[in-house]
């Protein structure tokens, strides 16, 4: 699906980039996998080997993961994947960040990633605590554009959600929103990070339009592996616009 | 059934008169006023003034209602479906415009019916917007429901799949055997939520031999038992998670047929033949000039309708002969010596779906094509979708592929790393006009292109080639 780059810059020993998809079939409603594509694909643009692994209910983590992405399920599968990351599979994925490893959580995975969420009329869903926070089922959805500033600039992205996370002490935040809810429509944060993993609540897909924070990822898989990492610039023009329009409505339609 | 529907008809009901005369006259004021074809205010006005006129509306009908539903194909599906009831000689009363939230279908009853709340038709047919759907049977008590399918749509507006199907659910608990069930019994969702109704269930579906799909698409939802949870398999899979199913782990499968589809030929974008085979009886060939496989589905669905409410297959026949796609789905228009053919896309399965039909033929995109995407409420707020559409079918061919829209530039970049080459994408303006005619500049005259837009801006692209004297305006039709 994913096999065609456009640039191909040869080296003698092409590096290897391994992406993990978490749970990639049962957690993708959102458009979410273009977040996979495009990790994958500024990868392979710059000639280094990508590989994409799906890690389903009941599978390992493999151990040499550089890059992981989490999206978000509808509720049936939320309590299935809530489930299956207790225990040995929760504590590998938490050695892995602790070790460098790079991580892209999205809505539900995001959620999953705190101490628990907790559900308006069932027990709470444990999280792995990965982040100091934990989730609420709130009693408003929270649709539409949102434009956060952060320290990879400006992001910008869709939510649609109605948990609330709030941030404990140990986390920070991905960044400040301009435009929208973010994390609880009220502290005025959105998303967290926790070494090189980040959770948030942008869909859209969040990474095609985003670059920055794409090859920062990359970078941050690549220095794990290879202990540095120097990617080399490509054509942006179509990310940048996309980039700029996306930010151009999401004010207009505030 | 005649005679207590006169007489029905003929006790005066004030309120109802009263309502029927104030939202008819907002019609008049709209279209006086040019606004467009007032297909949804004289609704509002109406169901203010008589909460029950739908209810009545619908009750005076001879022949009963059906009801349309499924989120793709419900327009072109129930246009099918009253077409074949006008062939049949029936007078129809039908939301023809795809206005299908509650108002707008009060607002076509409206139109017809007389002052004295005569329904003005004896045959209803009532396409139903998803989340509009609890509320139109519970008003109208349908003699037919067709479930057609559910895809994943504009999640910001929808909800999630599951959201949907529980209200859809609820209802259908509610009907008792006065109301035929017509389900696609390839859409295990749709089966699921119709299991152990009171309501009479039939099935159709396709037994297909050459038109499969090697794997579920990015875009497929219902992969999972609804009963055990465990992941469904396919004996054969047509049409994002449609087909031929059932679940390895508790054994449940993909019902009886009671028409079952096959040996489809698909011509292009140009028409589409096949067979469909009553449960015991002999297969009858039918030809339709919409295209694509999923029309194949539509069409099927319009003949179970049919069958059961018992027309005959020659009717059929004649209305297929006869039939012309809604506005916008698929049309071809020919505007500054160009062929342009423009196909609504507005959510992944019908996108993977359009592009399946304009790859098929050559196993790549041959001709030209504009897609335009805008981000207003009728299309999704969230252009997310676009990153479940497989456009890496695009990647190979020659075909050119132009952006516009107010998020032209996302399709773009779409295109970008779905593995399209750089030199192949083409961002015109994002305004739709001037999109278009860049798009136009760079077909050949005398050539054809394809123009893929979302909902508002097929909307806006229509009325300017219709401005401009190349298509009629669809409130007309």
């Known amino acids: 699906?994913?096999?065609?780059?456009?640039?191909?810059?040869?080296?003698?020993?092409?590096?290897?980039?391994?992406?993990?998809?978490?749970?990639?079939?049962?957690?993708?409603?959102?458009?979410?996998?273009?977040?996979?594509?495009?990790?994958?694909?500024?990868?392979?643009?710059?000639?280094?080997?990508?590989?994409?692994?799906?890690?389903?209910?009941?599978?390992?983590?493999?151990?040499?993961?550089d890059v992981f992405f989490w999206g978000g399920g509808q509720d049936q599968e939320q309590v299935a994947v809530s489930r299956d990351i207790q225990g040995a599979k929760g504590e590998q994925l938490r050695a892995a960040i602790e070790d460098g490893a790079a991580m892209l959580a999205v809505c539900g995975g995001y959620q999953l990633l705190g101490h628990e969420y907790r559900p308006h009329d069932a027990d709470p869903l444990p999280g792995i605590g990965l982040f100091d926070a934990y989730s609420t089922a709130g009693q408003a959805r929270f649709i539409g554009n949102v434009v956060v500033n952060s320290r990879w600039g400006t992001l910008v992205g869709f939510e649609n959600h109605s948990g609330l996370t709030f941030l404990g002490e140990d986390v920070e935040p991905l960044g400040r929103v301009e435009v929208g809810a973010g994390n609880n429509g009220t502290d005025g944060t959105e998303g967290a990070v926790y070494r090189n993993a980040i959770g948030c609540y942008l869909h859209g897909a969040l990474l095609p339009k985003n670059p920055a924070l794409t090859d920062w990822l990359i970078e941050a898989g690549l220095t794990r592996r290879y202990g540095a990492a120097a990617l080399a610039p490509i054509d942006d023009r179509l990310e940048q616009q996309a980039h700029e329009t996306a930010i151009r409505r999401a004010r207009a339609t505030r | 059934m005649v005679e207590t529907d006169t007489r029905r008809a003929r006790r005066l009901d004030p309120r109802l008169t009263v309502a029927l005369a104030a939202s008819k006259l907002t019609a008049m004021g709209i279209r006086r006023l040019g606004r467009g074809g007032g297909t949804s205010a004289p609704g509002l006005v109406a169901d203010r003034l008589d909460g029950a006129m739908l209810t009545k509306l619908t009750g005076r009908l001879e022949h009963g209602a059906v009801v349309v539903a499924g989120t793709n194909g419900k327009t072109t599906t129930s246009r099918m479906i009253a077409d074949i009831f006008e062939a049949a000689g029936y007078a129809v009363v039908h939301n023809r415009s795809g206005s299908n939230l509650v108002r707008g279908v009060v607002s076509a009853f409206v139109t017809r019916a007389s002052l004295t709340g005569a329904p003005g038709g004896e045959i209803g047919v009532i396409e139903a917007d998803e989340a509009a759907l609890p509320e139109l049977v519970r008003r109208t008590h349908p003699r037919v429901l067709l479930l057609n399918n559910l895809f994943r749509d504009q999640l910001d507006r929808y909800g999630e799949l599951d959201t949907i199907a529980r209200t859809w659910r609820a209802v259908l608990t509610e009907l008792d055997e006065r109301t035929t069930v017509i389900v696609n019994g390839d859409d295990p969702t749709l089966v699921a939520i119709t299991d152990d109704i009171r309501a009479k269930r039939v099935c159709f579906g396709m037994n297909e031999a050459r038109h499969r799909l090697d794997a579920l698409p990015h875009a497929a939802d219902a992969a999972v038992c609804r009963v055990c949870g465990a992941d469904l398999a396919y004996h054969a899979l047509y049409v994002s998670h449609l087909g031929d199913w059932y679940c390895p782990n508790c054994g449940r499968a993909r019902p009886e047929l009671a028409y079952a589809g096959g040996n489809i030929q698909l011509h292009g974008v140009e028409s589409l033949a096949m067979d469909i085979t009553p449960c015991g009886e002999a297969a009858r060939p039918i030809a339709i000039g919409i295209p694509g496989l999923y029309n194949a589905y539509n069409a099927l669905a319009a003949v179970a309708v049919a069958r059961e409410v018992g027309i005959g297959w020659d009717v059929i026949a004649r209305a297929f002969a006869a039939f012309r796609s809604a506005f916008g789905r698929i049309e071809r228009v020919t505007y500054q010596g160009r062929q342009l053919t423009l196909a609504l896309v507005k959510n992944p399965v019908g996108f993977n779906e359009v592009l399946r039909m304009l790859t098929a033929e050559t196993g790549?995109?041959?001709?030209?094509?504009?897609?335009?995407?805008?981000?207003?409420d009728a299309d999704g707020r969230d252009v997310s979708w676009l990153w479940d559409v497989d456009f890496e079918l695009l990647a190979t061919g020659d075909g050119d592929l132009h952006t516009t829209g107010l998020r032209g530039p996302d399709m773009a970049n779409r295109l970008k790393?779905?593995?399209?080459?750089?030199?192949?994408?083409?961002?015109?303006?994002?305004?739709?006009?001037?999109?278009?005619?860049a798009f136009v500049a760079a077909v050949p005259e005398g050539g054809a292109g394809y123009i893929l837009p979302s909902y508002t801006a097929m909307l806006r692209i229509r009325k300017t080639l219709a401005d401009r004297g190349a298509v009629d305006a669809f409130w007309q039709q």
């Open chain 2, 417 to 437: 790393y779905a593995g399209v080459a750089l030199e192949r994408i083409h961002p015109a303006p994002d305004d739709l006009t001037a999109g278009l005619d």
């Open chain 2, 364 to 376: 790549g995109l041959a001709l030209p094509t504009l897609i335009a995407i805008n981000d207003l």
């Open chain 1, 1 to 65: 699906m994913i096999e065609k780059g456009h640039v191909s810059v040869t080296t003698e020993t092409p590096q290897r980039l391994v992406i993990g998809w978490l749970y990639g079939t049962k957690m993708n409603i959102y458009g979410d996998r273009g977040n996979v594509l495009a990790i994958a694909q500024r990868a392979r643009w710059r000639g280094i080997d990508a590989e994409i692994r799906e890690i389903g209910l009941g599978e390992p983590i493999p151990d040499d993961i």
